[in-house]
Each structure stands twice: as C-alpha cells, then as structure tokens.
C-alpha cells in the first residue's frame, strides 16, 4: 500500500505546462513539511518548492516565477503547476512528506513522476 501517490508526469513541448500531484495517505499523521524534488540523469536531487506548517514556501530559483506550489491540507495534498517548461526541467519528480512527533521525525518519498520537455 502506498503512502505517498504522484501523479502528473509525462512529455511536454518545450514553452508546455504540466500539473504535478501528490496524495499523501491519511496513514500519515503529524505532517509538517511537504516538498517537491528532483533528479536528472547524473544529477544530484534537488529541491524545487516545499512548503511547511508555519506556513512558508520556498522556491528554487531555478524556477521562479515559472512553478507555483500548492498544498491542501485537507486534501493532504500538494500540487506543482509548472508553466513555460524548458528542456532542463526534464527529471523524475518526487514528492516527500515530513512528519514530526513524538517518536521523532520521519520523511516519507514517493516513487516519482517522470517530466519529460521535448519536441
């Protein structure tokens, strides 16, 4: 049974739009921090947006002004909306969830959505 489900990838034309999703299951309780990352081949994963309970969102710079990030918590949900793809977004997006307690502090990663940008 998954804990963390995205959804959204596929191939997008260069100047595209994608909307990226991620459910976390309601199996998963205190969350604090929901993030989205990525990794292109030979690359190292980096963050793209996450956002925290406090509530704060950061961007990468790489893609601001360009992706929006949202988070639902009733939904337990985050979406990406990415706009105007370039082909160096092309990566595996994955989805992690931070939870806190009092058994201590646990991050929980999807499987990940492939984005590929081409013609």
């Known amino acids: 049974q998954e804990q963390i489900v995205e959804s959204g990838g596929g191939l997008v034309q260069p100047g595209g739009s994608l909307t990226l999703t991620c459910v976390a299951s309601e199996t998963i309780s205190n969350i604090k921090t929901m993030a989205w990352y990525r990794q292109a081949p030979g690359k190292q994963r980096e963050l793209v947006a996450q956002v925290t309970n406090a509530p704060s969102t950061d961007y990468s710079e790489s893609v601001k002004g360009r992706f929006t990030f949202s988070r639902d918590n009733a939904k337990r949900t985050v979406d990406l909306q990415m706009n105007s793809l370039k082909p160096e977004d092309t990566a595996v997006y994955y989805c992690?969830?931070?939870?806190?307690?009092?058994?201590?502090?646990?991050?929980?990663w999807g499987q990940g959505t492939e984005v590929t940008v081409a013609s």
């Open positions: 992690k969830v931070q939870t806190a307690s009092w058994s201590g502090v646990w991050d929980y």
